[in-house]
């Protein structure tokens, strides 16, 4: 039996059993308790009413969703936790961050938590990669970076890769030949691809193969336990070598499997195989200058220009200062490659530029 | 009051330790315990279903991953409270600043509101039964949180001050704020309340 020693409004308030009979969770005999306190106690019933009505506005206008709909909000939980998630992902339109998909272009990353310095030709990264050149039925070019800078290639199709250090990438030398273009990855790259929706763009790394079919992003892979896929913009589909319905993920014209959108991020387990989606929590892992917003010019002297993007690439551009010193360039550039930047900036300032071993050349008769 | 019906479950710390072992079903159970009240407490926030939506997904899927790396804990519901209630805040100021979330959301970002306003406008106006609703919105964002944490979901001020990342003291103060401000305001009317009780 409930005692009944209430005076205070805060006696009420601190009683389970009195917020539970607000609230509609108490059971009946407590209800018809608490029904039964403002008759029996007459002298306490304005506090009584006082505490029920600063409960109910504490509740004030939350609400919930109905049962069903937990229901189903649980089992997407549950399903997208679960270890052969990459197997029914679900589908790109209702994913959490689809809400922010606002840009076509990619910006992308693979990265190995676990970091190694010292890599051998052990870890299992560089391995995959092995054998996965070894493989190709194509002739490849091999880029290494054992510096400890940046290494900007270009490859054919006019997409441009940032090599980090300790880093390899494999491509073929012409692109043209096929209908799909490849590229192997061990260690980590930042890549802003050329769109060309007829011919998709994969990185193989590790046990993870992403599909772009147009513009930029990043790979990174050397360590051990995770493989890990951040978007920063626009859309790509990562699926394992493993999966069996890799073949038809490769070949479709649009990206399906585990698809993701800007801020998301896929996690690849090695040991069990898993693929997981999940938001980025983290953005500041997308720490490369090429991958801030820095092409953002207003009227911006040319020499200042050709800086940030001598720095984003780690590329050297040669021109003539004296010659273009008048000249300024308002644009807002994003993630094309750098080509396509060049383009644009040659277009606006009716100057030319040419490619010579690790040199961008440009020509301009100034302006007026 | 909730917990009552839970008292037949294993305890916080088994469920939670079964989960960091990657219990599928314990942490089935922690979501189905605490999905609903996380829920709620989200449309505090804001009135975006499928943004809170998104929060809870993201914040089991984050958990579930992580599930090795977690440290015990005492109180799940204050873990995911706590997890939740910062995910919320992160998530709105980053819509906010894309622009996505009306001007009124956002002001409840603001930690506290002109307070000061109000009780000119709550002094002026004589408290009536049906204004307490109105008399509580218009405390500060905080004591209203305060509030529904201690008095809505029954949690103590320990869990309350983690949750909202402040110190025991501040969630003291805030509740007794809030109720010394309300009960002042109720006595004006609490007299011809009384009376009429009386005279029945």
Redesign the interface.
């Known amino acids: 039996m409930k005692t009944f020693n209430h005076f205070g409004l805060t006696d009420f308030l601190e009683d389970a059993s009195f917020r539970a009979w607000v609230f509609g969770e108490a059971t009946d005999e407590v209800a018809w308790e608490w029904e039964q306190f403002p008759i029996l106690h007459p002298d306490r019933a304005p506090v009584f009413k006082k505490a029920r009505e600063i409960l109910r506005a504490v509740e004030g206008d939350t609400f919930t969703v109905p049962a069903p709909r937990i229901r189903q909000n649980i089992r997407q939980i549950m399903e997208d936790t679960e270890p052969a998630a990459f197997e029914q992902p679900r589908p790109w339109y209702q994913s959490a961050p689809w809400r922010w998909a606002a840009a076509a272009a990619v910006l992308l990353m693979v990265a190995w938590f676990g970091w190694q310095r010292t890599r051998s030709l052990a870890d299992p990264s560089t391995q995959v990669y092995h054998q996965l050149t070894a493989e190709s039925k194509t002739p490849l070019d091999e880029v290494t970076n054992s510096t400890s800078k940046n290494r900007l290639v270009l490859l054919d199709d006019g997409s441009s890769v940032l090599l980090q250090p300790n880093s390899r990438i494999s491509f073929p030398k012409q692109f043209n030949q096929h209908d799909r273009r490849e590229v192997y990855l061990t260690g980590e790259a930042f890549f802003e691809v050329a769109k060309n929706p007829e011919k998709p763009f994969f990185v193989y790394a590790d046990n993870l193969i992403t599909k772009v079919l147009g513009t930029s992003f990043t790979v990174r892979a050397n360590g051990k336990d995770q493989v890990n896929v951040i978007v920063k913009t626009g859309k790509v589909s990562v699926f394992t070598r493993n999966d069996h319905n890799r073949v038809e993920k490769q070949q479709s014209r649009q990206l399906i499997g585990l698809v993701l959108t800007p801020n998301q991020r896929a996690l690849f387990h090695r040991e069990d195989g898993r693929l997981l989606r999940s938001l980025v929590e983290a953005p500041e892992l997308l720490d490369l200058p090429i991958q801030q917003p820095i092409f953002e010019f207003t009227s911006t002297p040319i020499a200042a220009v050709f800086r940030t993007l001598e720095k984003a690439y780690g590329v050297e551009i040669v021109y003539d200062a004296e010659v273009m010193k008048n000249c300024y360039l308002t644009a807002s550039l994003d993630d094309e490659p750098l080509f396509e930047k060049l383009n644009l900036i040659c277009g606006t300032l009716d100057a030319h530029y040419e490619q010579m071993d690790a040199k961008i050349l440009i020509s301009s008769k100034g302006c007026p | 009051?909730?917990?009552?019906a839970y008292t037949a479950h294993p305890s916080d710390e088994q469920l939670w330790q079964q989960f960091r072992e990657g219990n599928?079903r314990a942490?089935?159970q922690i979501?189905?315990r605490h999905?609903?009240s996380l829920?709620?407490?989200g449309?505090?926030f804001t009135k975006d279903?499928?943004l809170i939506?998104?929060c809870?997904?993201?914040l089991?899927?984050?958990i579930?991953?992580k599930r090795q790396s977690v440290g015990s804990t005492d109180s799940i519901r204050k873990y995911l409270f706590k997890s939740f209630r910062h995910k919320m805040l992160l998530e709105l100021q980053r819509a906010y600043r894309?622009g996505?979330v009306s001007e009124d959301e956002a002001a409840e970002l603001a930690p506290e509101q002109n307070f000061e306003d109000t009780l000119f406008f709550l002094e002026n106006e004589r408290l009536t039964?049906h204004k307490?609703?109105e008399?509580?919105?218009h405390l500060p964002v905080r004591q209203?949180e305060a509030?529904?944490l201690r008095?809505?979901e029954?949690l103590d001020i320990d869990q309350i001050a983690q949750i909202m990342t402040i110190n025991r003291q501040s969630v003291s103060n805030h509740l007794h704020k809030a109720?010394t401000f309300?009960?002042e305001h109720?006595e004006d009317f609490?007299i011809p309340?009384?009376i009429l009780?009386?005279s029945?």
Do not use: N
């Open positions: 009051m909730i917990e009552a599928r942490f089935e979501i189905t999905y609903t829920f709620r407490f449309t505090r279903i499928g939506e998104d809870l997904h993201d089991f899927v984050y579930w991953e894309r996505w039964t307490i609703k008399a509580v919105s209203q509030l529904y008095y809505f029954g109720l309300l009960r109720w609490t309340l009384l009780c009386l029945r």
